[in-house]
């Protein structure tokens, strides 16, 4: 029968006795053969973390940090590790790894893969993060959540919040939203309340709605110069001269030019020509415009995407509206992507119009199509039929 040692006076006197022997700290019989010890409480199997806290065989192998573990004993099966009490299979989509540390939060190292072992709530990351054994998923179907680019209380109608779901790990992008917006440019006048403040094409002002008209009007010659577009120049070069008289005057009126190709020896971008300024002085630039060759690069989609998200620094003014007018007579095109940035189409182009424009496009018939989205598409015709459409666009569009 074993002895049982509860730190009292036999165990004193036998330090009494010899000085050097060392104090057993035995606390407790649990049975004849696996006695307590306070020094082996973290790993000791039949007394983990207390005296009697025996680990189950059949849930646990051993005693890791005064908690029964699991991970070599045949209860799990091959491979299988137990955490947090169940036993959890590898991931073999999970990253490689070697030790726990190497893992995400709510991750442990088994069988060399990073795998969940704690149940949470759902998140968007490919794992099964609430262990139901599905993984991104949300009631009924996809992980998904409401989405905004403005904080909620700014939301009033017309403005909506959008959804965004769970795809593969990773989160589309916000559909549905319909974001409140600076009411700049044609937005002043389009009678709608663009900024959903509850003031349609106005401002606030102490509890009133002011009406607040543009400031004025930039309009900008976007122009095809392929070798093809030679005729279509000269065209809209007299077409300009005719109505120079009701513009040279008005300083309400700017223009500048871009050109698609630029003029540089790369021909994959549109450059700025001509920024921003009178009547007079684009007239006069635009008259050095001419074709400068058949490269086949006319990045129109490009070219309109830039100048509407600024990346070509054209001098618009803040309450001004925007006039683009594209002249060009091939189908739409991008050439981002060779410069390493995003491609543009024609939904990219006309998601850019943030600031109220009005996108005219000169266009063959053939290729109406890629521009038609958001933009006033007019046919190609002579220098008399271009006077005229031009004339109309450029007047004031909110008149």
């Given at each position: ?37 306070q020094?082996?409480?973290?790993s ?33 099966g091959a ?7 169940r ?28 795998t969940t ?19 991104d ?9 409401w ?46 309340d663009?900024?959903?403040d ?20 930039d309009?900008?010659y ?21 109505f ?6 008005r ?11 630029s003029?540089?020896?790369e ?32 990045p129109q ?17 803040e309450?001004a509206?925007?006039?683009l ?28 119009l ?16 890629d ?12 220098s ?10 450029i ?5």
């Amino acid at each position: 029968m074993a002895l049982v040692c509860l730190a009292t006076s036999g165990c004193a006197a036998a330090a009494e006795d010899d000085p050097d022997a060392a104090v057993d700290p035995v606390v407790e019989i649990v049975s004849d053969e696996h006695l307590c010890r306070q020094d082996a409480l973290m790993s000791d199997f039949w007394n983990c973390g207390e005296c009697g806290a025996v680990c189950e065989p059949t849930e646990a192998d051993r005693c890791e940090e005064g908690h029964c573990a699991c991970g070599m004993s045949s209860a799990c099966g091959a491979g299988a590790d137990c955490r947090f009490g169940r036993c959890v299979p590898p991931d073999l989509a999970g990253a490689n790894c070697e030790f726990d540390a190497e893992c995400t939060s709510g991750q442990a190292c088994i069988e060399g893969r990073c795998t969940t072992v704690q149940c949470d709530d759902e998140a968007c990351d490919g794992i099964d993060n609430d262990c139901d054994g599905e993984i991104d998923e949300g009631e009924g179907g996809p992980l998904s959540e409401w989405c905004s680019s403005s904080p909620a209380e700014e939301l009033m109608p017309p403005c909506q919040r959008g959804v965004r779901v769970c795809v593969q790990g990773e989160w589309t992008e916000c559909m549905g939203e319909i974001p409140p917006l600076p009411e700049v440019g044609l937005l002043r006048c389009d009678g709608r309340d663009n900024d959903c403040d509850q003031c349609v094409d106005g401002t606030l002002v102490g509890g009133l709605c002011i009406s607040e008209e543009p400031v004025g009007y930039d309009v900008v010659y976007l122009m095809d110069v392929s070798g093809s577009m030679q005729g279509t120049i000269d065209d809209v070069k007299e077409a300009t001269r005719s109505f120079s008289a009701r513009f040279s005057q008005r300083e309400e009126f700017r223009f500048g030019i871009v050109l698609i190709p630029s003029e540089t020896g790369e021909h994959d971008f549109a450059a700025i020509h001509t920024n921003l300024t009178d009547f007079d002085s684009f007239d006069a630039a635009l008259s050095t415009v001419n074709a400068n060759g058949g490269y086949g690069l006319e990045p129109q989609w490009d070219a309109v995407y830039e100048i509407a998200t600024g990346e070509l620094p054209l001098a618009f003014r803040e309450d001004a509206v925007r006039i683009l007018i594209l002249f060009t007579d091939e189908e739409g095109q991008s050439y981002r992507a060779l410069r390493g940035l995003s491609a543009v189409d024609e939904a990219a182009m006309c998601e850019s119009l943030s600031h109220g424009e009005v996108l005219a496009v000169v266009s063959d018939p053939p290729h109406v199509g890629d521009f038609d989205d958001c933009s006033v598409v007019i046919e190609m015709a002579d220098s008399e039929q271009m006077e005229r459409d031009l004339d109309q666009v450029i007047s004031d569009p909110c008149g």
